[in-house]
């Protein structure tokens, strides 16, 4: 066998060309057939594979081609990230369907308490509006939260998104990571039931010298051997009606959630914990006897305490805000001011809006609630279309419209249709 010897310049090249392609914003072929079914490739590949289905339903059919195995070969990681984001609901199943935006899973994990046939805009009222009382007697706290967060948009066709890109469009790069992420996970449950290794058998050792109470010894055999019953797992085998975490009351209630997870629990405590035993290695690697572990978490304890009782009454003492001046608009006109905003301690969310003239006279002001369980982004979209059309509608024109949301104020100019979770919401801006 012959080697050759290649230049660098050709290496570098091919480098290159290797690294535009795992990590441009180029998109896969399956999501092309997706996105754009009317394509020419996308027509022929129907009458000849699926005349009667969609792509993501698809066999491999008589004697495929090389093209269509490869395409199905990157379907089924299509599908762990494609879901559907609701335009009137008359398309997506309750149960089955992919819809619900979780981090991972886009299915309904209750117990069906709805007819099998039934669709989302069961859950839609004739406003338009989510049937909040049907959805909370229906689904458990966690799922309820994640359907009313989603913004509905009104008289749209439901379509599907990639669920790990801001855009909702799939790329290469989003692909290799989820690739990636399940793949870890894939070993990580492998594991699990895996035979006992020489490694696994030396930190059994190691776990039962600790010197701690034997009830904590107990809780982290539970944990190691995966048998912590948290609310998901109890949810699960159907013993409790709901996995929401009773701190929070937002995620799932989780192993690692409600150990080191959960916001509510954890706070800054465990920030203080680092420092304190950080501060505590370097005393005895100079020198110091050793402290009794229970002393180090009182102290840690009572670092987080004085802090939080110091930031209260140091709180009037913050620095001053930079005094921002309202400006009129450019033309002869008028300004829309829009912006959102929420209660820290009701958790309600609401939009306001202001129009002035080029005098800075008030012309019109409107202010409205909005669901508390939508996002942020989709809140200062929200306020932008229903002032546009509230501005509109009084023939306030000239308008220059202002808003203090960078990636709204994006999302609006932006000429490429956006497939994120709140892109529906551009529709009439």
């Known amino acids: 066998m012959s080697v050759l010897r290649l230049p660098v310049g050709l290496c570098r090249e091919i480098e290159s060309i290797l690294a535009q392609f795992w990590w441009s914003k180029s998109?896969?072929?399956?999501?092309?057939?997706?996105?754009?079914?009317?394509?020419?490739?996308?027509?022929?590949?129907?009458?000849?594979?699926?005349?009667?289905?969609?792509?993501?339903?698809?066999?491999?059919?008589?004697?495929?081609?090389?093209?269509?195995?490869?395409?199905?070969?990157?379907?089924?990681?299509?599908?762990?990230?494609?879901?559907?984001?609701?335009?009137?609901?008359?398309?997506?199943?309750?149960?089955?369907?992919?819809?619900?935006?979780?981090?991972?899973?886009?299915?309904?994990q209750s117990v069906p308490a709805l007819p099998s046939t039934s669709r989302v805009c069961d859950l839609i009222t004739v406003s338009g509006l989510w049937d909040v009382g049907k959805i909370s007697d229906?689904?458990?706290?966690?799922?309820?939260?994640?359907?009313?967060?989603?913004?509905?948009?009104?008289?749209?066709?439901?379509?599907?998104?990639?669920?790990?890109a801001k855009n909702g469009r799939y790329s290469v790069k989003s692909g290799y990571w989820v690739a990636l992420e399940y793949k870890r996970l894939e070993e990580l449950s492998d594991g699990s039931v895996a035979g006992p290794s020489s490694h696994s058998l030396k930190s059994w050792k190691h776990l039962w010298k600790l010197k701690v109470p034997q009830k904590i010894l107990y809780l982290l055999w539970r944990l190691v051997q995966s048998i912590h019953h948290s609310k998901e797992v109890l949810f699960r085998s159907r013993i409790t009606q709901e996995d929401v975490c009773c701190h929070c009351l937002v995620s799932r209630e989780t192993t690692i959630h409600s150990l080191v997870g959960c916001v509510v629990c954890m706070q800054s405590l465990f920030a203080f914990t680092v420092w304190v035993l950080w501060n505590e290695r370097n005393r005895v690697l100079f020198g110091s006897q050793p402290t009794l572990p229970g002393i180090l978490v009182q102290h840690a304890k009572d670092y987080d305490d004085d802090f939080k009782q110091s930031s209260v009454v140091n709180r009037s003492l913050s620095s001053p805000v930079r005094d921002v001046k309202w400006k009129s608009p450019t033309d002869s006109g008028f300004k829309l001011n829009v912006d959102g905003g929420d209660c820290m301690e009701t958790g309600a969310k609401g939009v306001g809006a202001i129009v002035r003239d080029s005098q800075g006279n008030l012309v019109r002001a409107l202010a409205m609630r909005v669901p508390s369980q939508i996002s942020v982004l989709a809140m200062e979209l929200y306020a932008l279309k229903i002032r546009i059309s509230f501005a509109l509608d009084a023939s306030l024109v000239p308008l220059e419209i202002e808003s203090n949301s960078l990636l709204a104020v994006s999302m609006v100019n932006s000429e490429e249709e956006c497939l994120a979770t709140e892109g529906g919401l551009l529709e009439g801006v």
């Open 27 to 108: 998109i896969g072929r399956g999501w092309r057939l997706s996105e754009f079914p009317n394509s020419l490739i996308a027509r022929m590949l129907k009458a000849r594979y699926f005349p009667n289905s969609d792509f993501l339903a698809a066999s491999s059919g008589l004697l495929p081609s090389f093209t269509w195995q490869s395409l199905l070969w990157g379907r089924d990681l299509l599908r762990l990230g494609l879901r559907w984001l609701i335009g009137d609901g008359r398309l997506v199943n309750i149960y089955g369907d992919p819809w619900v935006p979780y981090d991972r899973f886009f299915t309904i």
């Open 138 to 164: 229906t689904f458990s706290f966690s799922e309820a939260e994640a359907i009313l967060s989603i913004p509905l948009m009104g008289d749209t066709l439901d379509w599907r998104i990639w669920n790990f």
